[in-house]
């Protein structure tokens, strides 16, 4: 099938790699000229895992191709996936701007029937008007559709190419017929295509996201009940998570929730309810937890060290997640901007967002080349990406290095006791460490934790 996909970003490139993977020949177009001309010479604008191999192999192919000419890659496919960004705007609604332009040119360029595909985040309605936008200047043949992504960055290929399903909002047998058979080599394992009405398949991506997003704000709520009254959110995680009614996933405490999605989604979704005349006060109180935890981190800290200023702290980790470049939202740049507007100066390491962070940061920021060297002389250490390489450090060298032995781990990498038995302060999220199984030393003298 001939394919088309505007926006060559995390989802566009990912969509585009693995629909090429399938034998279809696909043409992704941005109009960022430098990520294109990138592409084409094999360099890929953001870090994901697989996504090079991919890419490299489907383009020498043949089968996929890179363009700035928009126009020209409407006029290419049967199917135009929209899969270009949907920042917030001023008041936390979607910013559909770029999705209503790429409309506009999909109608000017229309030239035989076309299915044109929803496949950014939009809220509800939206393909409404990406159909009112392309009638506006064709009066040609073309089908609207919706289809969320649900991808998660870090695990993007895997997440594509075995779904867990596909959610197809329709309301023409052309289309559905066309996405079906686009679909079909995905879910061969048995996971389901949803075929459903567009305005249910655009709710369906928010309500994933405000649902991912509340077990997040859940249980860091939780984790804070926990330290003011000496209980370990890491038992009490076990304990729920056990419930086969409530699972295990999403339920890890942490420095907050960011990247490029939740934060926007759930602003999105309170934006959208209100705008359907009710209050959405549970979407609202997800966000709220989620901007005070992000001050979690830099609070604790506060509390081990004292007054930041004219301190050296090292952080561990500025992707907002582990597997991915992408700082958008990250708990890690409300940390290193409150560390400098305080008057610390910051360290970092980051196994791959370091030049995304030389972006923000420039100079404001020193950046080391391996962990230890960020840590090297700094008077304490924030962990706040939960990236491999950090989870089991040479503690001892660890230790030589800092100036003083003081540890905030925002993802709760560490086993409490053992950090204090080593001899660090040390502050995890939910996890007092003066609980008895988590160290020998006399109750009273355990301490260490915040
Ligand atoms: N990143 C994720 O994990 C993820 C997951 C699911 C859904 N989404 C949604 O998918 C959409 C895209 O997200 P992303 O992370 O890929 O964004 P991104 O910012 O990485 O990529 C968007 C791309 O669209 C291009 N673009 C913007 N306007 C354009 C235009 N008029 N013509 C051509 N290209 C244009 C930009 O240059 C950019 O390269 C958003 O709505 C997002 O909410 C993202």
Redesign the pocket.
Known sequence: MRVTV????????VAGACLAETGNHVVC????PG?IAGLNKGVL??YEPGLAPLVARNAAAGRLQFSTD?DDAVRHGDVIFI????PPGEDGS?DLQ?VL??AT?IGRHLDRFKVVVT????PVGTAEKVRTAIRAVTSGDFAVASN??????GA?IDDFMKPDRVVLGVDDPRAEELLRELYSPFVRSGSPILFMDIPSAEVT?YAANAMLATRISFMNQIADLCERVGADVFAVRQGIASDSRIGSAFLFPGPGYG???FP??VKALVHTARGAGMAPDLFEAVESVNDRQKQVMFNKLQQLVGDVSGKRIAVWGLAFKAGTD?MRESPAVSLVEALLAAGATVHAHDPEAMTVARGIWGDRVRFANDPYAAVDGADALCVVTEWLVYRTPDFARVKALLRAPVIVDGRNLYEPGRLVRLGFRYAGIGRPATHPEHSEGPPGKRGGSV
């Open positions: 505007i926006g060559s970003g995390y989802v566009g490139l177009a941005d109009r960022d990520k604008p953001i928009v899969a270009v960004g949907t979607a770029h332009d790429v040119t496949k950014s985040t939009v969320p992504e649900f991808l998660k960055e993007a991506k990247g490029s999605c926007k989604d992408d």
